[in-house]
Structure formats: C-alpha cells, structure tokens
C-alpha cells in the first residue's frame, strides 16, 4: 500500500528525530548521526549491568561511533575517565572523537596525555599525527607516524600510516625522505583500500585522473581518496587542481573522514 505523504512526512520526522546533530559546517551544513540498528542499545544495557567495568565504557562509545554518535561517545568516554582518570585507551578514544568534531585542542590535550602514560597503543600515535597535520605541524606529523608505523596492528592501518607519513614528509620538504619511505615499501600490498590507492598514484602507478574510481561510492571512501588527490596536487604545485579536489571531497559527503576534515581545512589555508 502506498503511503500518503503526510504519513511520509511523519516518517521523515521521526528518523531525523532518532538521530543529533554533530557537526555543523561554517556553511552552516548540518551532519548528523544515523539510527541505531541495535549495537549502542546492547552496549547501553551490558554498561548497565556492569557500570564498574571500563570496557563497557569503550565498548559503548566505539558503538556510538559506528553510527557517528561522536558527541554521545565523547560523554560517554569522559564518564569512563572519571571512574578511571588515568585509562590511556579511553584518553585514545576520547581524542579520537574530539577530532572527529574538530575540537582540535582537546584532542591533542587527550592525546598527548595518553602518550604519557601508554606509549604502546597504535592509535594514539596515528591520530595525534592527523591532529598535527590539521594543525600545519607537518614535522610534528611526521614525528608522530613513525611512531605509529612499526605498531599498526594490521594492513590496513600500515597502509594508513605510510600514507600519512609519506603525506607529512612531503608536506615538510623533506622529499627525499618521503621518496625513501616509498622506496623501502614498508606498506602491504595484500591489503587494499583506500590509502593503498594513494600509495599507489604517489609511486606513479596509478595517474591521478584514475585514482578515484565508479567502485568508490562510499562517503567517506571518495572523501578520503579526494583529499589525498588534492594534497598531491598540492605538493606538485597545482593549487587550482588541488582546491577542486579538495571540493570533491567536502561534496561527497564522508564527514567523519579525516579526508573531509583536512579538505575543510586545506580549503581555507588556499583562500
């Protein structure tokens, strides 16, 4: 039965009632979380059951993550903290998200503190490397990618932090340093996404023009391939190709991505 477009109407309202605003754009673009399938509600009541174990603090906020419930998680990371005020992974996480609402301070403030205490978890090292990026810190970056490289925990974020790393170098001015990183193939190539696809247009195997291809249809898949086209752009010199690329990514819309995050800023720095 077809429904009426009232019916369709209170729908509509009642799906974007189910989800928060979590980003607004200088624009004045509004991102919002999507609906829970059921994940947040099982880690809710499994944190119910047991609000004295921090697990469940990080196994809820990485669930309202997954349906990009950012500022939910930030809360629920920063309830864990005061249970636990030293916990590195919730600090990780909690800076993690900071960044994803490009609360930037914050999220190098978490992240640095977490170093402090555990200086073995990859994902401090990779996304205080991506703060620094954001903040035009290249040598920072890079610092901080070499920390993070030889403790990926898989493929794909090897591959992530080559990419990162060879992006910072380049952006530092220390080319024949990013040439050597490329050169010592530290990245996997039994692994493939999108910064394998980056690494692959930067050792010349792919030609810029291929590099996002009709299989990348995913927000944040094009978002990230996007910024990476135009960071290249940029290190080439070709800023008009670099500020359209960097467009690209803001249009496909993959907001969470750090693709989409840098191209906001890339964007601004080109003004």
Do not use: C
């Not at 921090?54 to 903290?81: C, D, M």
């Not at 073995?120 to 970056?141: E, K, L, M, P, Q």
């Amino acid at each position: 039965m077809r429904m009426t477009i009232a019916v369709m109407m209170a729908v509509a309202v009642t799906a974007q009632a189910q989800t928060t605003v979590q980003y607004r754009s200088t624009a004045g673009v509004e991102y919002r979380s999507q609906q829970d399938t059921g994940s947040v509600a099982r880690a809710q009541a499994a944190l119910n059951a047991d609000p004295q174990a921090i697990q469940r603090y990080i196994a809820l906020g990485v669930a309202q993550s997954g349906i990009r419930q950012f500022r939910e998680a930030i809360e629920t990371f920063t309830r864990g903290l005061a249970r636990d005020p030293d916990n590195a992974m919730l600090l990780r996480w909690r800076g993690h998200r900071y960044l994803s609402t490009r609360q930037f301070d914050l999220a190098a403030a978490d992240l640095e503190r977490a170093a402090k205490l555990d200086s073995t978890i990859y994902g401090i090292w990779y996304h205080w490397g991506i703060v620094r990026f954001a903040r035009g810190d290249f040598n920072g970056a890079a610092q901080a990618f070499v920390k993070a490289l030889p403790i990926a925990p898989n493929g794909g974020e090897l591959n992530g932090s080559v990419d990162w790393l060879w992006m910072s170098l380049s952006r530092a001015g220390r080319a024949a340093e990013a040439k050597a990183l490329l050169d010592r193939k530290p990245d996997t190539t039994s692994v493939k996404n999108a910064y394998s696809q980056r690494i692959a247009m930067y050792r010349g195997l792919t030609p810029p023009a291929q590099l996002v291809t009709p299989a990348d249809t995913a927000d944040v898949q094009a978002s990230t391939l996007s910024f990476g086209l135009g960071n290249w752009y940029l290190i080439q010199g070709e800023t008009t190709k670099a500020r359209a690329a960097f467009e690209g990514s803001i249009a496909a819309g993959g907001w969470p991505g750090f693709g989409f995050i840098l191209s906001e800023i890339e964007l601004k720095r080109l003004r």
